[in-house]
């Protein structure tokens, strides 16, 4: 081969080695990845302590009225001791007394208290009242009014003759007191259920009560301020040798204005 080929050729092959090198990548520089930093405990905010709900007290039951019924179609415990009564046939037969031979006229009435209705100033008391025994012209009706001393008594009472009254009994004086007898056309006769019913309300005035007295629903008469005293209600018998049957007996207590 001819010295100036080969010298060509060396020549080529270098200047193409040279820009082979110039054109092959660099070293890529290494990244450092940075160490991952420790995981710490992150403190947790603590649970805040709901505090538990309290018992809310029940708010106290104001006392009501007192309100007492009975029917008679079974012997109760509300009534005090009556060594002439008898539950019969749905209703309470109470009397006849036989007479007393001595002492007043206090000595003839008969009752029975309402011991569960307790003592007020004011309440409104009723029941149905039949006569069945002893004499026609004899009271019979509904106890209301009688003191805590058991010194004064008062009733709504009728007669099979058609009178009525309020009538009141003073023992410390031993006397009758407030009206006397009269007709009143509201009154069935004989044997003839009678509906009575006895309002001892507040009065005008402090310290005083009205007493009104209805039979069958028609008002008998209004004693208007009257002496503001506690007192008991029940069965009546104004006199001996009478005896009536009671059925539906109601008392409501009345508050105080």
């Known amino acids: 081969m001819p010295i100036k080929t080969t010298v060509f050729v060396f020549c080529a092959t270098a200047i193409l080695l040279v820009g082979c090198q110039q054109d092959l990548p660099t070293e890529m520089p290494s990244t450092s990845i940075p160490p991952a930093a420790p995981a710490t405990n992150t403190a947790l905010p603590s649970p805040t302590k709901t505090a538990m709900p309290t018992d809310t007290p029940l708010p106290t039951a104001t006392p009501g009225p007192v309100v007492v019924k009975d029917d008679f179609t079974s012997q109760t415990n509300i009534w005090g001791d009556c060594d002439h009564c008898e539950w019969k046939d749905g209703a309470l037969f109470f009397g006849p007394y036989p007479a007393v031979a001595t002492g007043g006229d206090g000595d003839q009435i008969f009752y029975v208290i309402c011991e569960t209705c307790g003592s007020h100033p004011f309440y409104r008391v009723s029941a149905d009242v039949t006569y069945f025994d002893g004499y026609g012209d004899r009271t019979f009706g509904v106890l209301a009014g009688l003191s805590a001393d ?52 507040p009065g005008s005035s402090a310290g005083s009560a009205d007493i009104i007295v209805s039979v069958n ?28 049957f009671y059925d539906n007996f109601e008392y409501e207590e009345i508050p105080s204005k």
């Open 217 to 244: 629903d028609k008002v008998l008469v209004s004693l208007v301020n009257q002496s503001e005293n506690p007192s008991w209600a029940g069965l009546y018998l104004g006199w001996h040798t009478v005896g009536a």
């Open 150 to 201: 058991r010194k004064l008594v008062g009733a709504g009472t009728v007669t099979t003759l058609m009178h009525a009254l309020y009538e009141s009994f003073d023992y410390g004086t031993n006397q009758w007191v407030q009206g006397t007898f009269k007709k009143f056309n509201a009154v069935h006769p004989g044997r003839g259920t009678n509906h009575i019913e006895v309002a001892i309300q």
